[in-house]
């Protein structure tokens, strides 16, 4: 009888497995949001962990006033230039805009993603209104990271860029969101424009990797856009963001130092956390 040929995962690929790893050893996860194929090859070699081809494109590729106008194909297209140079890092993908507004809608967009452009895992913007669609997606075996706090794509309902669930209420909402969206099957969880105290409770109750962004230092780890680590997002810096070329050589220098102050706990700090 023939037996099967086992390929084992190459030893520096990072998987869901490997994330949680991570947060059990207290180890911090950094992720940078990558467009193209040149720098999905520095981000990786400075050691990122998790590359987000993010629906930021829309904004700091595209020049938009926000992620609204980002489609499917422009996500198939920057997520495919990602997916040729990627090698090491997990490949996580914004599902664009009302491209998951129903399950059956959603399972259609996230089976391009994932088959198409060569993506590990699927972000969708939202709280307990998306439990349906995580199940749906997990169990067709397409990973899911969820993002709560901001949500750039409901800018308009919310009114602006602001920090969110600062009030009891709408806090503890927030934490309830975030285990019901774990308990549907969702492997990651963003969260964004936070309190700092909140997102550390949030960690602490959940047993899959929280990443932050303007969510303080508890977070199981960090992401940033990569244009605003490297200081080129034009306009008012966000409290949150830092510039990491101003201190160092060159860009591998400065994706190397973003990665070196996430893992020793550096960045953020409280000058760039909410209270
Ligand atoms: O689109 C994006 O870049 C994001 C990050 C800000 C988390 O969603």
Redo the contacts with the bound molecule.
């Keep these: 009888m023939r037996h099967p040929v086992i390929i084992m995962a190459d030893a520096r690929e990072i998987t869901i497995a490997s994330l949680r790893q991570l947060k059990q050893s207290g180890e911090k996860i950094a992720c940078v949001?990558s467009y193209d194929a040149s720098f999905t090859t520095l981000l990786e070699q400075a050691g990122v962990e998790i590359v987000?081809v993010?629906?930021?494109?829309g904004m700091v590729v595209q020049g938009h006033e926000s992620?609204l106008p980002v489609t499917m194909d422009d996500m198939v297209y920057h997520a495919s230039c990602v997916a040729r140079a990627g090698k090491t890092a997990l490949r996580v993908v914004?599902m664009p805009f009302m491209s998951y507004s129903s399950v059956d809608q959603a399972l259609g967009n996230a089976a391009r993603l994932m088959s198409e452009a060569g993506m590990h895992m699927v972000?969708l913007?939202g709280g307990r209104e998306l439990c349906d669609t995580v199940k749906a997606l997990t169990s067709h075996g397409i990973p899911v990271c969820a993002?709560l706090g901001l949500l750039?794509q409901s800018v308009n309902q919310l009114g602006g860029y602001r920090v969110q669930a600062r009030d009891p209420e709408s806090a503890q909402r927030l934490l309830e969101d975030a285990q019901l969206l774990e308990q549907a099957g969702a492997s990651l969880l963003?969260l964004?424009c936070i309190p700092a105290p909140l997102a550390g409770r949030v960690s602490e109750k959940l047993q899959i990797p929280t990443?932050g962004?303007g969510a303080g230092p508890h977070c199981d780890g960090q992401?940033l856009?990569l244009y605003d680590l490297l200081g080129i997002t034009p306009g008012k810096r966000p409290k949150f963001t830092h510039n990491f070329l101003e201190d160092a050589q060159d860009i591998p220098g400065a994706l190397r130092a973003f990665v070196e102050a996430v893992k020793q706990a550096r960045f953020p700090d409280a000058e760039h956390s909410y209270s």
């Design positions: 949001t987000l993010g629906d930021s494109l992620t914004d972000k913007e993002h750039p963003v964004e990443i962004i992401v856009v």
